[in-house]
């Protein structure tokens, strides 16, 4: 199986051509303008503090997701076997490409705003179960980085969701594997979860001979009313746009030829 049995080559510059759209300019307009009132006030309700790194412990369902962490490397390992088969991230959701210019950094998404792949969860079944059991998921994915992969220094759309890396296939060279996350550098470790918020600037390097592969998961920041209802309002407007709507029919298409 390779991407032309897959029907994803050539299709990216129509996709990214339809970046510069009037309709998702004004989106995009709009939304830097508003996103710093919200996340203020998202920080105000925070629950958990507002810094860059948080400590896995104050999230106790990380303790299981580590626990069953070699599962789901035996099943992160099946997929890769077809790596070549394997979506750039940037082909599901184009709007990526503003920080991967390349095909180096790869996604299996299993969950993704909402969207839940079914047949990529029964492609992992201990996985899927594991990711049950998180409160508040949002997505879940196997971001796989190549050697050589480089993301430009970016942040998130918003403080209403965290992120956790759970480490599965990490570079022997791992000082050559690293994310600077609000100017201090962290190394992933296979087994161990990190977590993080990434509306805090953060770049990410793969300098390493071979892959790097973490569990990437999104999820909602516990918040105190009003925040959680800001939130909602936000998350919500979101799932409605055309970056997610295009993601989801991509991710679509490419299930239905993944075999």
Request: some cysteine; glycine content about 6%; hydrophobic content about 40%.
């Amino acid at each position: 199986m390779d991407r032309a049995d897959l029907g994803i080559g050539g299709e990216l510059d129509q996709d990214e051509s339809r970046l510069d759209s009037p309709l998702r300019k004004t989106i995009l307009k709009t939304g830097k303008k508003l996103r710093p009132f919200f996340d203020r006030i998202l920080a105000r309700y925070s629950r958990i503090g507002d810094q860059p790194v948080f400590d896995s412990r104050m999230f106790p369902w990380t303790a299981e997701l580590e626990a069953g962490w070699l599962e789901i490397r035996r099943e992160t390992e099946a997929v890769l076997a077809f790596h070549e088969a394997i979506p750039p991230l940037r082909r599901i959701s184009p709007d990526h490409a503003r920080i991967a210019g390349s095909d180096r950094w790869k996604s299996f998404f299993l969950h993704g705003y909402g969207l839940r792949s079914e047949r990529n969860c029964a492609r992992c079944p201990q996985t899927a179960k594991l990711l049950a059991r998180i409160p508040n998921l949002q997505s879940a994915f196997f971001s796989i980085m190549m050697p050589g992969t480089h993301l430009a220094r970016h942040k998130g759309p918003t403080k209403g969701l965290m992120t956790c890396h759970l480490g599965l296939i990490i570079p022997r060279q791992s000082e050559r594997c690293r994310i600077d996350i609000a100017g201090i550098e962290h190394h992933w470790a296979e087994g161990k979860t990190l977590i993080f918020d990434d509306t805090y600037k953060h770049e990410v390097w793969n300098d390493a001979d071979s892959d790097r592969v973490v569990l990437l998961i999104h999820f909602l920041r516990p918040l105190r009313f009003p925040g959680n209802l800001v939130r909602w309002l936000f998350l919500t407007a979101i799932k409605l746009s055309p970056f997610v709507r295009d993601a989801h029919r991509k991710q679509r298409e490419w299930e239905e030829q993944y075999v």
